[in-house]
């Protein structure tokens, strides 16, 4: 069975990246509370961030120590969630979410000059940007074009965003419409019904200089194969619920994501980075606590799952350490985990 990547400090939600030929992982930074569970993630009370890197797969794991702390940002009240790290013009970014002070997730960026930090935060959070989660891709093969995806339920705040006077989006029919924020929906309330969409995850293209949206916020569409249509909000077993994730294998751009409370790493595969995305089928079953979160990279000469579980803690939910496993793709491009 893999074993925790570090075990000196809990580790979640890892974002791995390769950076000047060596493996980086940006992980939440998990650590003990008197907080008790419930379905808003409170328990989930991170103050820092650490930065690991690894030389070879399976080699000796660096601990680079703190990179941002949350006294060291201006905007940000609590909740230093799962983040991710992206490169332009030779600097790197750290983009992270965390509760602002009227209790909104945003997401916030910091920079460096080196990928394990520690970072400059900006002043204010992404102006525009909202709920948690944040995972960045730069198209290298592209035009080299930022995309900011984010999202997450419940506890992430994506459904207390409702319409009203406030921000105007894109949904995923491509129209334009104004979303405000209602405090009251937050923790476990999401759309249901029958016919009724699930919200989709959001994506945005970034400025030149990674530091604001350069494109209005979009809603993304995942498609039920079986139908063309949008999947729907009380199909959890395949419903966007938070982690998402974007890579790319031979041209196809690959949507991965947590189905949250029926615990699944999913993937969705489309032609575009903006989606719409197909539902294409599972990357790993529930492991031991109850979120599931991930990241896919390609490292030496092999495809990662990182990812996390609560074995470690022995299943204490906030207590998570991060894994990695080696997946393979068929001749039809889906993922397997290697045996
Ligand atoms: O780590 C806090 C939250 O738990 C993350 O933002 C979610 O994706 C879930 O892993």
């Known amino acids: 069975m893999p074993q925790p990547l570090v075990s000196h400090i809990y580790t979640a939600d890892p974002s791995a990246h390769v950076f000047n030929d060596k493996l980086y992982i ?60 992206a490169t332009k013009n030779g600097k790197f970014y750290l983009f992270f979410p965390a509760r602002d002070k009227e209790n909104i997730f945003r997401i916030g960026v910091a920079v460096s000059d080196k990928p394990e930090g520690p970072f400059s935060p900006e002043e204010n959070f992404i102006p ?32 207390c965003w409702v319409e009203g006077k406030g921000r105007a989006e894109i949904d995923m029919d491509g129209n334009e419409r104004q979303l405000a924020f209602d405090e009251s929906l937050s923790g476990p309330h999401e759309p249901s019904g029958e016919g009724v969409r699930a919200l989709g995850p959001r994506v945005a293209l970034l400025s030149e200089d990674m530091l604001s949206l350069a494109s209005p916020v979009q809603e993304i569409k995942l498609l039920a194969p079986e ?37 699944f790493l ?10 719409p995305f197909t539902y294409r089928g599972r990357i790993l079953d529930p ?38 496993r080696e997946i393979v793709y068929d001749e039809e491009g889906d993922i397997h985990l290697k045996e």
């Open 128 to 159: 525009g940007s909202y709920s948690i989660d944040p995972a960045v891709f730069v198209d290298t093969d592209a035009g080299n074009e930022a995309y900011l995806y984010t999202g997450g339920i419940w506890g992430g705040q994506l459904q």
């Open 227 to 263: 139908t063309g249509e949008p999947l729907l909000a009380d199909d959890h077993e395949r419903r966007f619920f938070e982690a998402a994730w974007m890579h790319k294998y031979r041209g196809t751009y690959y949507f991965s994501y947590s189905t949250g409370d029926t615990h």
């Open 287 to 324: 492991v031991l606590g109850w979120t599931t979160h991930h990241s896919i990279a390609e490292f030496g000469g092999k495809w990662w799952l990182f990812y996390h579980d609560c074995e470690l803690s022995k299943g204490v939910d906030h207590l998570r350490s991060v894994k990695m």
């Open 26 to 85: 940006y992980p939440s930074h998990d650590r003990e509370t008197t907080i008790a569970f419930n379905d808003n993630g409170d328990q989930y009370d991170m103050a820092d961030y650490h930065v690991l890197s690894m030389d070879t797969p399976g080699g000796p794991v660096t601990d680079h120590g703190i990179a941002l702390r949350d006294s060291d940002v201006p905007w940000v009240s609590k909740q230093l969630w799962a983040p991710d790290a």
């Open 266 to 275: 999913a993937y969705a595969t489309g032609t575009s980075p903006l989606g």
